[in-house]
């Protein structure tokens, strides 16, 4: 019996079945930013030859052996295959499929955490993976945080331990200087992706939008069942994360925390993959820019409320400029909420009441009511109604939290 590779895949409604909203949309597609992948014969029957044949069968019981000595054969048969999969934005669900196998950490196990999940897939989409891989790298490589130094060509552990020092020793040469470090290792980082937040990021990093729709379907419903031995547990669907073992998944995790970078010169943050090292350089004792917070010796506010206020102050000139097109005042409102407002109450359920009171009445400050009248809406004031919704806010949290000492008193 004949099985039609399209069967595998979604069909395309027929013309005169489309509804009046569909013909629009199909009629004026939006061009991609860049070329959609397209793979070529070549490609995979070169990649075939160079399996492994000594790497473990995934769970389609398709052997690294038969696509290596059949490559001739078989790969215009997946070169079909993998086209139409890109052109659908569609992965198959048997290509989606992971035998996750419990592979100890350690010698003596004493738990569940004890084991690492290695999920073992298909050796024909592992080879479509590669492929799609090159094609990220060569779309993204440029946009990458440069301190990022996990699955980059030229770059290793080495770079990071090196630029770590280089960091640290120049910084050690000022008098009175020190430097703060902290290690940070994501517990199953890659099952914290989450498709839709990769899609976003991926679209920003001009990955082309038939790239990201494939992107997120190949991590959308996959099946998966843990093997131990002989046993095999019941099939089990999941749509968060990328399987450890997959070739895409280093990448796709790095693109995903790509937007995670220092926006200041005294913080340092190499990442290596999912081991992320924050280093804060430290002068004269005065860690308010590594803690983000100015705070004296005397533990006085007035130099981290003249910080804010200023910072608010620059912020002013773009509500200026918005007023200038005649945008309606709730859109106003909106924009200096999320712009200005948050800089000025950044911290501020730390601050005393009275504090805040008295830069809130400062008629320099841009939330004094003369200084803002001009966009003709009603501003929250710092000294009321936005201190109690951050102190409140923060209130319930300190409940909630078993580490915080309002906890105990619950």
């Not at 547990?233 to 073992?245: A, M, Y």
């Not at 912020?315 to 909106?334: G, I």
């Not at 009321?384 to 000492?405: E, I």
Request: proline share 7%; hydrophobic share 40%; aromatic share 10%.
């Amino acid at each position: 019996m004949k099985i039609s590779v399209l069967s595998w895949f979604p069909q395309p409604a027929e013309p005169d079945k489309l509804s009046p909203t569909q013909l629009h949309t199909s009629a004026t597609p939006h061009p991609p930013p860049l070329t959609p992948l397209t793979i070529k014969e070549e490609e995979v029957n070169r990649l075939f030859k160079r399996l492994n044949t000594r790497k473990a069968t995934g769970p389609d019981s398709v052997s690294p052996s038969l696509l290596k000595h059949c490559a001739n054969q078989l790969s215009p048969v997946f070169t079909d295959i993998f086209n139409t999969s890109l052109e659908t934005c569609h992965v198959p669900a048997c290509f989606k499929t992971s035998a996750i196998v419990p592979v100890p950490k350690k010698t003596k196990i004493t738990g569940l955490n004890d084991y690492r999940p290695v999920a073992l897939t298909s050796v024909v989409m592992k080879s479509f993976e590669r492929l799609v891989l090159s094609y990220l790298k060569d779309i993204t490589d440029s946009l990458l945080d440069p301190l990022q130094f996990a699955y980059r060509a030229n770059r290793s552990v080495d770079d990071a331990v090196n630029m770590a020092l280089h960091f640290i020793l120049q910084h050690l040469d000022s008098p009175g200087s020190y430097a703060s470090i902290l290690f940070v290792d994501f517990s199953s980082a890659f099952n914290t992706i989450i498709p839709a937040l990769l899609r976003d990021k991926l679209f920003q990093l001009n990955v082309p939008d038939s790239m990201c729709s494939w992107i997120t379907d190949f991590l959308t419903d996959r099946r998966q069942f843990v093997r131990l031995g002989t046993h095999v547990s019941d099939l089990q669907h999941i749509s968060t994360g990328s399987p450890q073992g997959c070739v895409l998944s280093p990448l796709l995790f790095s693109l995903y925390t790509n937007g995670c970078t220092s926006g200041h010169q005294s913080v340092k943050l190499l990442k290596f993959a999912d081991d992320t090292t924050l280093i804060g350089l430290i002068s004269d004792g005065n860690e308010s820019a590594y803690r983000g917070t100015t705070i004296t010796k005397e533990l006085k506010w007035a130099q981290n409320i003249s910080s804010l206020t200023k910072k608010a102050q620059q912020r002013m000139y773009f509500l200026r400029q918005l007023k200038k097109f005649l945008l309606p005042v709730k859109m106003l409102v909106n924009f200096y909420t999320a712009i200005i407002e948050s800089v000025l109450t950044s911290s501020i359920t730390v601050w005393s009441r009275r504090r805040a009171a008295k830069i809130a009445a400062d008629p320099s400050h841009p939330e004094d009511r003369t200084e803002v009248a001009w966009i003709q809406a009603a501003f929250p004031q710092i000294h009321s109604k936005t201190w109690s919704r951050h102190c409140s806010r923060r209130w319930r949290f300190a409940g909630s939290c078993s580490y915080t000492p309002r906890h105990h008193f619950r």
